[in-house]
Structure formats: structure tokens, C-alpha cells
């Protein structure tokens, strides 16, 4: 008997390893292995899933499995219906969050379906794939919901599996073609996701990670053992895909002091911090790593009330002091920090000052998510509560919510897409730490300037700017050599500003933003900006006097520093 197991991912977001686990966990299982045979197909665009429609009915599986998301749901649907008014007649069984809490509904509303599976899946699966070759029913696996007749039914969830290392790891036994998936991966720009524990301690109302659940760790001599594997193989990045990073921050340090030792091939790894757990030895340690790609940090608003709505007790003194500490120190990796627009309880202005509160912290990009509604959480089962209302189709976008208005949203959406358009650009975050320092105005109140004179013709823009670079040149005089590199890179920025092949503001500020950086290592004007920093310790970087700054300035910014 076969079984093919069918995942979506959409470059250049990682592509996780469920099924692999899945198919690992089931080839042991000793009422499985000998009576299937298990494959994992991994899709991304129309030509590969024409393929694998035509693998399909050229091999007739016995079994389809598929891993729902709330990102790929209409897909997985819409795939499934497809094939089975083609003709399938195999089991088609639906996993993953996406389903975990709305089973009964998928499988009324879509006969198609056969079983979804509620919740973790190895042990389930292995179930299923075992009563089919013993021609037994459904009635005892638990964590399903099943088809029988014209009647749905839905068992009671099975057990969660306490002890991970009973989970046969799908890298160590090369269940996953680690050297072909890193071809796949990379022609793409798409990472992999690699976990190193199950669960999280915390409820957050808009989340469906953990909701509370116990963590369970799998053992960190599996762990590290599987990093130096990924990191052999040829993957480029990778996605460190557990709830929260640091949450055992001795494990976490260990971790990366084993990447830092092991990393030959300068595999770039992305985190999600949790920043009041920080330490002072952690951040440390971050400051000299070179393999980090981007650490996020999950403020999500500071509007108390929306916190409160989100059962969040965000310590702000504590997130903006480790946030900015770990700024300070940390030169090389991406900061990001993540906002959601749309939580009951804030408003347009409750946004706008959560954006100035993480403005003052100097992240490189400030992310933005429009609230989901997630089956399974807090906020889905307490929607009229909340009074949230959402698209009727996954995602799920929130379009209004208790406190936050239809029209707020509409008005925090624009300045968000306006903010990620622009703030993330380092010619731009410069220019306003030069505001900011030369005026005396925050961040944020330079950054609401800016907006203005974006919506103004491009000349004023330019002058505007300029302005503030010249006061830069002349406030750099007590140091002959950053004056004199300064100096140089604003008298090409003027030859600039005279082309009349210039008239894009963006390309504009490419062209002060790439000379700039020749003039001044980037990270150095960071510290610069620091109130503290004394700008004789500035050293030269890169830019040799009298030369010229390369043609391609101002080239490609809608890409650069995206992560």
C-alpha cells in the first residue's frame, strides 16, 4: 500500500518539516512499516502541482495526506475537490493547525474529505496508516475526526507525546533529502524551518503556538548532531522555528555557541527573541556571532488595554532597555520588531504611539502583521466578545475589532505600508537620525516629517534632505577626518541632485543613502547617533579620500535590507 503526504510552501517563506516527521515516525511504527510506503511531496507553483496531480493517478495512492495552513487551507481544498472529482478513490486525511480546531466543519462542508486529524500527528497517523492495512475502523484513534457512512464523527484528543526523543529525528535517519531540499530551497530565496522544542508556557489570545501547553524539548545532543547535518548540507538559511528562542536561555546559548563553532559554511540562521528574558551574557554572546540573519522581537502593540485583551504583561521599560542594549552591541544582524494591526482594545492612535515607542528603539525594519483570526485561539472562540469581524476565508484578516474602527483600520494599514516602504531603507533611517539628533525631536516625529515631504514634489524632498546632510558635514567639524569624508560624499550628493535623470525620491535617496555608507560604515553611524558616542571614536571605513562613489548607487533599494 502507498501513501503520499502533500505540502505547500510559498517562497520565499521557510518550508517546515512536519511531514518528515510524519513519515519518519511512521516508517518505525511496527503496523505500519512493511505495509506502507510512505512518500512526501513538497509543491510551490502550478507546474509542480500539475506533476504531482499526474503522480497521483499514474501511482493510485492509497492514502493522501496534507498539511493545512491558514496560508495554504483554500488551497488544500481546492486541490483536494479537484482530485477527487477527477476520480480518487483513496483516503484524503487533512492535518495541522488549520484543521486541529475546526475538523468537524472542514469535513461537513467538504465531502471530499475523509479524517482530520486534531492536534500533534505522529502517533495519529501511524494509527490511521495501521487500521487501514488491518481492515480495522477508526472508532479508537484518538485526535481524529472521521467519516463513516453519511455521519461525521469526532474522537476525543489523543495524548500529546511527553517524551520527544521517542520521535525518530527525519534528519539524523534521512527521511529528508537534506542536499535536494537545499537545492529546492535555494533556488527559491526559501528557508528551513527546524524546531528544537514543542509547545509554549504562555496564552497570548491571538496565537495558537502553544496556548499554555507544556514545553517538551528534543535532547540537545539530537539537536546540535542535526544543525551540524543542516549546516553540511548545502542549505542556505534557516529558520529557527521554535515558539520563543530564548526561552530556556542556557539551552539557547549553548545552541548558538555550538552554530558559531560549527557553521563552515556561514548558513544564516533567523530567531525570534523574547527580549525581557535577555541577559547580559546572551546579549553578549549575540554580539559576536556573524551567522545571524534577523532577530525579531514580538512587541505586538504597547497599548496596555489591547495587551491586556491579548493576556500579555509586556514589562515596556524592560523590552525597550534590552531592546536598545542589544542594538548597541549587536552590529552585524537585522533587528526587527513585529506589530499587529487590528487587536481589540487599540485604535488608530494606540498604533501610532506603539510605532513610536518601537521607533525610539532603532530597529532596522518595524514588521507588520494584520490580525488573523486563528481557530483554536482565544480571540476565535470569543469573536462577538471582542467584537471582531474578519474575512469570511482564510486568513482571516481582522477588518474591525473592539476599539479599532473599520476607518482605523484603513488609516493604520496606510501608514504602516507607508512605514514599511520607507523606514526600512538605511538611507532614510539615516537622514532621520540626523533629524533627530540636529533638532532634537524623536525618531518618530522625524520619521511623520518625512511622510509629509513624501507627498511632495521630489525637488522639495531633496532639499529638504541636503538641508540636513550639510548640518551633519558641519557639525563633524572637530573631526578632520570624518569631515573630510563627509564633505566629500555631500559634494556628489549635490552632483546628484543637479541631474535632471534623477527625478525618482527613491532613487534619489539611494544615492545619498550608498554614498553615505561609503562615507561612514553604516553601523558605525548607529553609535554615532547615540547621544553617549563621541565621534572621534569613529573610524575610517571603506571610503578613500578624492575617490568616487561606485555607479551603481541609488540600484535595486526595493530589495536591500529585506531580510
Given at each position: 500500500?502507498?501513501?503520499?503526504?502533500?505540502?505547500?510552501?510559498?517562497?520565499?517563506?521557510?518550508?517546515?518539516m512536519?511531514l518528515?516527521?510524519?513519515k519518519?515516525?511512521?516508517?518505525?511504527?511496527?503496523?505500519?512499516?512493511?505495509?506502507?510506503s510512505i512518500?512526501?511531496?513538497f509543491?510551490?507553483?502550478?507546474?509542480?502541482?500539475?506533476?504531482?496531480?499526474?503522480?497521483?493517478?499514474?501511482?493510485?495512492?492509497?492514502?493522501?495526506?496534507?498539511?493545512?495552513?491558514?496560508?495554504?487551507?483554500?488551497?488544500?481544498?481546492?486541490?483536494?475537490?479537484?482530485?477527487?472529482?477527477a476520480g480518487?478513490?483513496?483516503?484524503?486525511?487533512l492535518?495541522?493547525?488549520?484543521?486541529s480546531?475546526?475538523?468537524?466543519?472542514?469535513?461537513?462542508?467538504?465531502?471530499?474529505?475523509?479524517?482530520?486529524v486534531?492536534?500533534?500527528?505522529?502517533?495519529?497517523?501511524?494509527?490511521?496508516?495501521?487500521?487501514?492495512?488491518?481492515?480495522?475502523?477508526?472508532?479508537?484513534?484518538?485526535?481524529?475526526?472521521?467519516?463513516?457512512?453519511?455521519?461525521?464523527?469526532?474522537?476525543?484528543?489523543?495524548?500529546?507525546?511527553?517524551?520527544?526523543?521517542?520521535?525518530?529525528?527525519?534528519?539524523?535517519?534521512?527521511?529528508?533529502?537534506?542536499?535536494?531540499?537545499?537545492?529546492?530551497?535555494?533556488?527559491?530565496?526559501?528557508?528551513?524551518?527546524?524546531?528544537?522544542?514543542?509547545?509554549?508556557?504562555?496564552?497570548?489570545s491571538?496565537?495558537?503556538?502553544?496556548?499554555?501547553?507544556?514545553?517538551?524539548?528534543?535532547?540537545?545532543?539530537?539537536?546540535?548532531?542535526?544543525?551540524?547535518?543542516?549546516?553540511?548540507?548545502?542549505?542556505?538559511?534557516?529558520?529557527?522555528?521554535?515558539?520563543?528562542s530564548?526561552?530556556?536561555?542556557?539551552?539557547?546559548?549553548?545552541?548558538l555557541?555550538?552554530?558559531?563553532?560549527?557553521?563552515?559554511?556561514?548558513?544564516?540562521?533567523?530567531?525570534?527573541?523574547?527580549?525581557?528574558?535577555?541577559?547580559?551574557?546572551?546579549?553578549?554572546?549575540?554580539?559576536?556571532?556573524?551567522?545571524?540573519?534577523?532577530?525579531?522581537?514580538?512587541?505586538?502593540?504597547?497599548?496596555?488595554?489591547?495587551?491586556?485583551?491579548?493576556?500579555?504583561?509586556?514589562?515596556?521599560?524592560?523590552?525597550?532597555t534590552?531592546?536598545?542594549?542589544?542594538?548597541?552591541?549587536?552590529?552585524?544582524?537585522?533587528?526587527?520588531?513585529?506589530?499587529?494591526?487590528?487587536?481589540?482594545?487599540?485604535?488608530?492612535?494606540?498604533?501610532?504611539?506603539?510605532?513610536?515607542?518601537?521607533?525610539?528603539?532603532?530597529?532596522?525594519?518595524?514588521?507588520?502583521?494584520?490580525?488573523?483570526?486563528?481557530?483554536?485561539?482565544?480571540?476565535?472562540?470569543?469573536?462577538?466578545?471582542f467584537?471582531?469581524?474578519?474575512?469570511?476565508?482564510?486568513?482571516?484578516?481582522?477588518?474591525?475589532?473592539?476599539g479599532?474602527?473599520?476607518?482605523?483600520?484603513?488609516?493604520?494599514?496606510?501608514?504602516?505600508?507607508?512605514?514599511?516602504n520607507?523606514?526600512?531603507?538605511?538611507?532614510?533611517?539615516?537622514?532621520?537620525?540626523?533629524?533627530?539628533?540636529?533638532?532634537?525631536?524623536?525618531?518618530?516625529?522625524?520619521?511623520?516629517?518625512?511622510?509629509?515631504?513624501?507627498?511632495?514634489?521630489?525637488?522639495?524632498?531633496?532639499?529638504?534632505?541636503?538641508?540636513?546632510?550639510?548640518k551633519?558635514?558641519?557639525?563633524?567639524?572637530?573631526?578632520?577626518?570624518?569631515?573630510?569624508?563627509?564633505?566629500?560624499?555631500?559634494?556628489?550628493?549635490?552632483?546628484?541632485?543637479?541631474?535632471?535623470?534623477?527625478?525618482?525620491?527613491?532613487?534619489?535617496?539611494?544615492?545619498?543613502?550608498?554614498?553615505?555608507?561609503?562615507?561612514?560604515?553604516?553601523?558605525?553611524?548607529?553609535?554615532?547617533?547615540?547621544?553617549?558616542f563621541?565621534?572621534?571614536?569613529?573610524?575610517?571605513?571603506?571610503?578613500?579620500?578624492?575617490?568616487?562613489?561606485?555607479?551603481?548607487?541609488?540600484?535595486?533599494?526595493?530589495?536591500?535590507?529585506?531580510?
Amino acid at each position: 500500500m502507498e501513501a503520499i503526504l502533500i505540502g505547500r510552501y510559498n517562497p520565499p517563506e521557510s518550508m517546515g518539516m512536519g511531514l518528515y516527521y510524519l513519515k519518519a515516525y511512521a516508517d518505525k511504527d511496527p503496523g505500519v512499516n512493511g505495509a506502507f510506503s510512505i512518500k512526501t511531496r513538497f509543491v510551490n507553483d502550478d507546474p509542480g502541482v500539475d506533476s504531482l496531480f499526474q503522480e497521483i493517478f499514474d501511482t493510485a495512492p492509497d492514502v493522501l495526506g496534507f498539511s493545512c495552513h491558514v496560508w495554504n487551507i483554500e488551497w488544500v481544498l481546492g486541490f483536494v475537490h479537484r482530485i477527487r472529482h477527477a476520480g480518487f478513490k483513496g483516503l484524503m486525511v487533512l492535518g495541522g493547525p488549520e484543521v486541529s480546531y475546526t475538523g468537524v466543519e472542514i469535513l461537513k462542508a467538504n465531502p471530499a474529505v475523509d479524517i482530520a486529524v486534531k492536534g500533534e500527528g505522529e502517533k495519529t497517523f501511524a494509527e490511521i496508516l495501521t487500521c487501514i492495512a488491518s481492515n480495522g475502523c477508526f472508532e479508537g484513534i484518538g485526535g481524529i475526526v472521521y467519516r463513516q457512512g453519511t455521519g461525521v464523527f469526532e474522537n476525543p484528543r489523543a495524548l500529546l507525546i511527553k517524551d520527544l526523543a521517542l520521535v525518530p529525528s527525519p534528519i539524523l535517519d534521512e527521511t529528508i533529502d537534506l542536499k535536494a531540499t537545499a537545492m529546492q530551497l535555494n533556488s527559491t530565496g526559501t528557508s528551513l524551518a527546524f524546531q528544537t522544542y514543542r509547545g509554549c508556557p504562555f496564552k497570548c489570545s491571538f496565537c495558537g503556538w502553544g496556548g499554555g501547553e507544556i514545553v517538551r524539548e528534543f535532547p540537545l545532543a539530537r539537536v546540535t548532531e542535526e544543525l551540524d547535518m543542516i549546516m553540511a548540507s548545502g542549505v542556505n538559511r534557516v529558520w529557527y522555528t521554535d515558539s520563543i528562542s530564548n526561552l530556556n536561555r542556557e539551552r539557547f546559548r549553548r545552541i548558538l555557541e555550538h552554530i558559531n563553532k560549527n557553521n563552515k559554511n556561514r548558513v544564516v540562521f533567523d530567531f525570534e527573541i523574547f527580549v525581557e528574558l535577555l541577559d547580559d551574557e546572551t546579549i553578549e554572546l549575540i554580539s559576536r556571532l556573524d551567522f545571524l540573519g534577523y532577530l525579531a522581537l514580538g512587541l505586538q502593540t504597547s497599548n496596555p488595554a489591547a495587551l491586556k485583551n491579548l493576556n500579555r504583561k509586556t514589562d515596556l521599560n524592560k523590552f525597550k532597555t534590552n531592546s536598545v542594549r542589544l542594538r548597541r552591541v549587536n552590529k552585524k544582524t537585522e533587528m526587527r520588531i513585529d506589530i499587529v494591526i487590528g487587536l481589540p482594545g487599540d485604535n488608530f492612535e494606540g498604533f501610532r504611539d506603539t510605532l513610536k515607542f518601537a521607533a525610539e528603539i532603532n530597529p532596522h525594519r518595524l514588521q507588520f502583521h494584520n490580525l488573523s483570526l486563528l481557530p483554536g485561539t482565544q480571540f476565535y472562540d470569543q469573536r462577538e466578545k471582542f467584537s471582531i469581524k474578519c474575512d469570511a476565508k482564510p486568513p482571516r484578516y481582522v477588518t474591525e475589532s473592539y476599539g479599532f474602527s473599520l476607518d482605523d483600520m484603513a488609516k493604520a494599514k496606510d501608514l504602516a505600508a507607508r512605514t514599511d516602504n520607507y523606514f526600512s531603507l538605511p538611507e532614510v533611517r539615516l537622514t532621520l537620525l540626523h533629524v533627530k539628533r540636529i533638532e532634537g525631536i524623536t525618531l518618530w516625529e522625524a520619521f511623520e516629517g518625512f511622510l509629509l515631504h513624501v507627498d511632495q514634489d521630489s525637488a522639495i524632498v531633496e532639499s529638504a534632505l541636503l538641508k540636513y546632510f550639510k548640518k551633519a558635514v558641519n557639525s563633524s567639524k572637530s573631526n578632520n577626518d570624518i569631515y573630510a569624508r563627509l564633505s566629500d560624499a555631500i559634494a556628489y550628493i549635490s552632483t546628484v541632485f543637479g541631474r535632471a535623470s534623477m527625478p525618482d525620491t527613491i532613487g534619489t535617496f539611494g544615492s545619498m543613502g550608498r554614498v553615505f555608507e561609503f562615507a561612514v560604515d553604516e553601523m558605525t553611524l548607529y553609535d554615532y547617533f547615540d547621544e553617549d558616542f563621541n565621534i572621534s571614536q569613529i573610524p575610517t571605513k571603506r571610503f578613500a579620500l578624492g575617490s568616487s562613489p561606485p555607479a551603481s548607487a541609488g540600484s535595486d533599494l526595493s530589495t536591500r535590507f529585506r531580510g
